[in-house]
């Protein structure tokens, strides 16, 4: 259950408004929010480090593993597309990516002894040192995959042959593709025909951007969009090569949280709250106390009020000394 934004600006301004200590504005309370939101999420890696390192208990309400792991799952997104951009096992992570788990690959489709694999993390030292041996290059059964920025992989091995690689991103010759029809043709004797599968994405110059196999039947591929629904080739060609791009390539991965913001309406020159166009922070509903403190600090800064930030500092200070105690 998501913390109510509009609860802990409530909070908020009624502490800070005790003993005429100032007005924390809705623009400053958004900005503080965010703040306090982020401090909050980042924390709960170093706390679950360091508790990993202790010995927990058996009580299943009062492991401190097992309470971050459920903070943390809210933002958990599991089997999500890695998008394959070229034959070289380049591929683009989910742009909502904060922090990156397993990555995996399902069997890939009409090759023989595939199964799904857990695509291991490596350097590009290890690159180096792992082709140099016969034993250690990296296999479709035993694949790998460097960082190459916040957002890009490179996965190995790769290859032009589908049956080679480890995320597949292929040319099938000889299709039909006539204007305004949502099925294109093949002669299913076609060199790699066999690899296509439903779900992978479709990229040729008479189809439409993003569109996506969505059914395979004796040679008639039909096309969709993410959604399902059925796409129009914008233009004919007879016979044209047609690239066919992996979705066997899966992520696990932690989201970042979506940014809150206190809305209101001003009637008569009072700015009444907004729940239509507010956002509510996406943290534990246990996060609510925390959240106020870590506010009213912010607000204590920026008010110049040392005994507000004070207060809400030794409010903090306690509450992680009962969790960590």
Not at 62 to 78: C, H, R, Y
Not at 112 to 119: D, K, L
């Amino acid at each position: 259950m998501a913390v109510s934004i509009d609860t802990v600006y409530q909070r908020v301004l009624s502490v800070a408004n005790k003993e005429q200590r100032g007005y924390v504005t809705p623009q400053e309370f958004n900005l503080f929010a965010n703040q306090a939101q982020m401090d909050i999420f980042e924390q709960y890696f170093y706390d679950l480090n360091q508790f990993s390192r202790l010995k927990g208990n058996n009580n299943e309400y009062a492991d401190m593993v097992t309470i971050l792991e459920e903070k943390i799952n809210i933002f958990k997104k599991l089997n999500q597309p890695v998008t394959i951009i070229n034959q070289f096992g380049d591929g683009t992570l989910p742009s909502n990516i904060y922090r990156l788990g397993t990555l995996s690959r399902l069997a890939l489709t009409n090759v023989e002894g595939s199964v799904q694999a857990i695509i291991e993390l490596v350097t590009e030292d290890d690159v180096i040192r792992f082709n140099r041996s016969p034993l250690a290059k990296p296999t479709i059964k035993r694949p790998i995959y460097t960082r190459t920025s916040s957002t890009g992989v490179k996965i190995r091995p790769s290859s032009t042959d589908p049956s080679k690689s480890a995320a597949p991103y292929f040319i099938v010759g000889g299709f039909d593709i006539n204007s305004g029809s949502s099925d294109i043709v093949v002669s299913t004797s076609s060199s790699n025909y066999n690899f296509i599968e439903v779900g992978q994405e479709v990229k040729q110059a008479n189809i439409p951007v993003n569109t996506f196999v969505g059914s395979i039947n004796n040679g008639t591929i039909g096309l969709v969009d993410s959604g399902g629904n059925a796409v129009n080739a914008s233009s004919s060609g007879d016979p044209v090569q047609v690239t066919f791009a992996s979705d066997d390539v899966k992520c696990n991965y932690v989201q970042k949280p979506t940014n809150v913001s206190w809305n209101y309406t001003e009637i008569n020159g009072v700015a009444m709250y907004n729940s239509a166009n507010s956002v509510d922070f996406e943290l534990h509903a246990s996060e609510e106390t925390e959240l106020v403190f870590k506010i009213l600090q912010l607000a204590g800064i920026a008010m110049e009020s040392m005994d507000l930030y004070q207060v809400a500092a030794q409010e903090e200070l306690r509450n992680i000394q009962q969790e960590k105690i």
